[in-house]
């Protein structure tokens, strides 16, 4: 047994004491020593404290799945009394009073948090390389890069230190590293997981979701984390499912669309190729696949770009080293010192959304920009409630290649932003999706994106199940999830 095992795996072991949840939290911790040097998944490693087998003994009589498996955090979830930096130096030193909802409910559920994990800074990136600490390294090859923004969660998983992880995802920020680094991201409808501890980046497009091994897993983890929150105004006021119920492994007649605008020039020609084997696959399943078109597509990349910037120029203005975080000690005066405090705090990607933001909301721009912006992203949503009207899940690449070498874009960004094609236009629409492994590359991983209509992610989960246990692929193990045993 390892961390490749389910998660229903590591709870049978657990319930049948053929291993302590002590023991699990000694080989996570094993397990980071013995790789993280390498692939820099962590920013803070923090064990936590009591007599975890004793307190375990209780969740495991009422039957909770996550009772005494450990996991990590991407940094941008509070955690209170641990520290919480958003990969950035602003941050860097600050110690939540509070703890996020999600953690608050994964300590519910008995799991054991080991961690704080890398990112881009303020989750504004497609690599990790954006990070104020240090870039992570994607297991399958070092030299290249997790994806990101949620590129430490991904890895973490990937390279067997924890089982699962939560990311979040703004513009396809737990989608794109979980195809990079050959895993299972979700990220849920908007609305459905609280957002209550997570510091904000785009407000009206961040989501928190796991990233795990299997979509079992990943049901498993939703469980836990979905539902209503008072303390979160954008949280719907639903029934939460039972999604493990839903995964019947019976796809038969389940409407299956393949939109064009997501196979385009930009896509590479393997990706391309890997995706449709996949769809194949799907059909033999019992789905029927037809074409469908979403024609506003070519417009989200462009309409991301001014909405998540103007609202991410609005949330990190509060960091003026007044309150908490970093604070220029050599400042002459107020002015001098939010201005020192700001630019030797935040990178460079950060500050160039800050600025394409502000520039976006000015006056005599805001019309011009973020309002258009706006009115593309209600066409986009549009697209999307007519195409499913006639289908019932939307197949696609989860990104347009495999995962790139270090160094390789981080000079571009504009190109960079191009690995996020095609996944940025289900966060403006706020719709669920999911990314899952369907198969190599050159010894590089592929991810499949199923794409589901708001709240149904019962029918998201059960294509995604269904795909994945036909294919017999998961979970992938990298070469280096292979030198060390738990």
């Known amino acids: 047994m390892d961390f490749f095992s389910s998660l229903r795996e590591l709870h049978t072991g657990l319930t049948r004491r053929e291993t302590t949840a002590s023991e ?19 920013l803070h490693v923090s064990a936590p404290r009591g007599d975890s087998d004793r307190r375990m003994g209780a969740d495991i009589a009422a039957d909770r799945m996550l009772a005494g498996i450990p996991y990590a955090l991407k940094d941008n979830m509070c955690t209170r009394g641990i520290e919480t930096t958003c990969a950035s130096h602003i941050l860097k030193g600050y110690i939540p009073p509070y703890s996020a909802t999600v953690v608050e409910r994964l300590d519910d559920a008995g799991a054991a948090l080991v961690g704080k994990l890398n990112m881009d800074e303020f989750a504004m990136g497609s690599s990790t390389e954006n990070s104020g600490f240090f ?34 995802d ?6 794109q590293p979980a195809a990079f680094c050959g895993v299972v991201g979700l990220k849920p409808s908007y609305g459905l997981v609280s957002r209550f501890g997570l510091v904000a980046f785009a407000s009206s497009l961040d989501q928190i979701g796991p990233l795990t091994h299997t979509v079992e897993d990943a049901a498993i983890v939703l469980q836990a984390i979905a539902g209503k929150d008072g303390r979160d105004s954008t949280s719907a006021h639903i029934q ?4 493990r119920a ?16 997501y196979f385009g020039p930009s896509v590479d020609a393997g990706v391309r190729g890997t995706v449709m084997k996949a769809v194949a696959l799907l059909e033999q399943l019992g789905a029927v696949v037809s074409p469908i078109s979403l024609p506003h597509t070519e417009y989200a990349l462009s309409a991301y770009y001014l909405i998540a910037p103007a609202e991410a120029s609005s949330n990190l203005a509060r960091y003026d080293g007044v309150r908490y975080g970093f604070r220029a000690v050599d400042a002459e005066n107020l002015m001098d010192m939010y201005e020192k405090t700001r630019s030797a705090g935040f990178g460079p990607e950060v500050k160039r959304r800050i600025l394409i933001g502000t520039y976006a909301l000015s006056a005599g721009y805001y019309d011009e920009y973020y309002k258009r912006a706006q009115q593309v992203r209600t066409l986009i949503r549009q697209d999307f409630e007519r195409a499913f009207a006639d289908v019932d899940v939307i197949v696609s690449p989860t990104a347009p290649t495999t995962a790139f070498r270090l160094g390789e874009k981080v000079l571009d960004p504009l190109t960079m932003y191009l690995s996020d094609i095609c ?12 990314s899952v492994p369907c198969g190599l590359i050159e010894g590089l991983p592929v991810g499949l994106q199923m794409i589901g209509r708001m709240f149904d992610e019962e029918t998201l989960l059960r294509a995604a199940h269904a795909y994945e246990q036909a294919a017999g692929m998961a979970p992938l193990r990298p070469e280096l999830a292979m030198e060390v045993k738990a």
């Open 24 to 42: 699990l939290l000694d080989w996570s911790l094993q397990r980071i020593a013995a790789v993280d040097d390498r692939v820099r998944a962590f």
């Open 135 to 168: 870039p992570t390294r994607n297991p399958w090859d070092l030299e290249r890069v997790p994806g990101g923004s949620s590129g430490g969660a991904a890895a973490a998983v990937a390279s067997g230190m924890v089982p699962f992880a939560l990311g979040s």
């Open 170 to 175: 703004t513009g396809g920020s737990i989608r």
């Open 240 to 243: 939460t499912p039972d999604y």
């Open 246 to 261: 839903a995964l019947t492994g019976d796809i038969r007649g389940l409407r299956i669309g393949i939109a064009e605008e």
């Open 423 to 434: 996944t940025v236009p289900v966060n403006l629409a706020g719709l669920p999706a999911i």
